[in-house]
């Protein structure tokens, strides 16, 4: 898989497709205990020549939980992806280029920032906004 429309493509075939966009498909991930969370996948070029794919999810609005503490428990526990600032949510992220992109390297991420998304979400809110 190394082009956009092959990414878009297994997405489709493989996850709940909730929006879909040219430049970004929205997912919903169900986990086993009736939880979900909402993925954005889009399509970012880097420096006007490299095509990369990020995977970003919400977790909380920043204006109702303890960032330093969330920061903290990012940097303990989190393998993949970062905490950034979207408008006013805290957001897991990562990116990837697409260039020899091969699936497994999609969906272990994708798995990782989402698994982590929602228990940051569960942990820091007790809710499932997102």
């Known amino acids: 898989m190394a082009t956009w ?3 878009v493509a297994y997405v489709r ?3 709940d497709v909730i929006r879909d966009e040219p430049d970004e498909i929205r997912v919903r991930i169900s986990f086993d205990d009736r939880r979900a969370q ?4 889009a399509r970012e070029l880097l420096d006007r020549k490299e095509e990369w794919v990020q995977i970003a999810t919400p977790f909380a609005r920043a204006d109702e939980v303890d960032l330093h503490a969330v920061l903290t428990e990012i ?3 989190i393998v993949v992806g ?3 600032l979207m408008g006013e949510h805290l957001v897991l992220r990562h990116s990837l280029p697409l260039v020899n992109l091969d699936i497994n390297e999609f969906i272990d991420p994708l798995e990782l920032v989402t698994g982590s998304a929602e228990l940051l979400e ?3 809110t007790g809710r499932d906004d997102y």
Do not use: C, P, R, W
């Open 5 to 7: 429309g092959d990414l």
């Open 38 to 41: 909402v993925v954005v996948i």
């Open 82 to 84: 970062g905490a950034v």
């Open 75 to 77: 940097g303990d526990t």
């Open 13 to 15: 075939e493989s996850y």
């Open 122 to 124: 569960e942990q820091f």
